[in-house]
C-alpha cells in the first residue's frame, strides 16, 4: 500500500532550483519522511529525512508542512548530475524496512 | 554512512543454475537488508538478513528461492536459486547504521539476467 504520491515526473532547469513534493496524508506520528535518489545504474542514494522540522543538509533541503501532510524537497542549484529517480518514503522510527514507490522522476536540461 | 560492496556487479547466467551474491561492508552494522528491483520498477524488500540468525522474508519471497546468510555483523550472501528468466533483475544490499531514525545505506546492487 503506497503511504506515498510523488508525480511521476518533473523536467528542471540547470541552476535553478528543483522542488519536489510529496503527499503522505496518512502519517503518523512516529513515521520519518526519507528522500532517496537512484541514478542510472546505481544503488539509491540517500538524501535526506525528518521527522516535523525543516531539515537541511549539504545536498537538499527538506519542509515538511506544519501538519506533516506533505513535503517538499529542494535541490537548491539543480545539475546534470541531479538526473536521477526520487523516492519518498515515510518509516517509522524503530521499523527499517523501506516501502518504494514508483518516485519522480527528474530530468534537469541545460 | 558505510562503504557498501556488492560482488558480482553483473552477471549472466543459464535457467536452472544458482548464483551467489555478496555484501560486504566496510563496519559493522546492526541491520542488512536484500532488495530486488525488476526491470523499469522500483525496489521491493526480499528478506532482512539477520546475524546468527534465519532472515526473515517478506510476502512472496522463500528461503528455498533466495536462502540468505548473515555469518557476521559485515557481511552477507544472498543465494538465487534455481534461476529463471524472471529473476532477472538488480539484486541490492543495504545497511541500516543504528537506532532510532537512522536511514539505511545501499550497495550498487549486482545485475543479473537470466537466460
Known amino acids: 500500500d503506497a503511504k506515498t504520491t510523488q508525480p511521476t515526473s518533473m523536467d528542471c532547469a540547470e541552476g535553478r532550483a528543483a522542488n519536489l513534493p510529496c503527499n503522505h496524508s496518512t502519517i503518523s506520528g512516529n513515521e520519518y519522511v526519507y528522500w532517496y535518489r537512484q541514478i542510472h545504474s546505481q544503488g539509491p542514494q540517500y538524501i535526506i529525512h525528518g521527522l516535523k522540522n525543516n531539515e537541511t543538509n549539504e545536498m537538499a533541503s527538506l519542509i515538511i508542512t506544519e501538519d506533516r501532510k506533505s513535503s517538499t524537497l529542494i535541490l537548491p542549484h539543480a545539475t546534470l548530475r541531479d538526473t536521477a529517480v526520487y523516492y519518498c518514503?515515510?518509516?517509522?522510527?524503530?521499523?527499517?524496512?523501506?516501502?518504494f514507490g514508483a518516485g519522480t522522476t527528474v530530468t534537469v536540461r541545460a | 554512512s558505510a562503504v557498501i560492496s556488492q560482488k558480482p556487479s553483473r552477471d549472466i547466467c543459464q535457467r536452472g543454475t544458482s548464483l551467489t551474491i555478496q555484501c560486504q561492508v566496510d563496519s559493522q552494522v546492526t541491520m542488512m537488508f536484500w532488495y530486488r528491483q525488476q526491470p523499469g520498477q522500483s525496489l521491493t524488500l526480499i528478506a532482512t538478513a539477520n546475524q546468527g540468525s534465519e532472515a526473515t522474508y517478506e510476502s512472496g519471497f522463500v528461503i528455498d528461492k533466495f536462502p540468505i546468510s548473515r555469518p557476521n555483523l559485515t557481511f552477507s550472501t544472498l543465494t538465487v536459486s534455481n534461476m529463471s528468466p524472471e529473476d532477472s533483475s538488480i539484486y541490492l544490499c543495504?545497511?541500516?547504521?543504528?537506532?532510532?531514525?537512522?536511514?539505511?545505506?545501499f550497495g550498487d546492487g549486482t545485475r543479473l539476467s537470466i537466460l
Open positions: 518514503i515515510v518509516r517509522v522510527e524503530y521499523d527499517y524496512k523501506l516501502s
Open positions: 543495504s545497511v541500516g547504521l543504528g537506532q532510532g531514525g537512522q536511514p539505511q545505506h
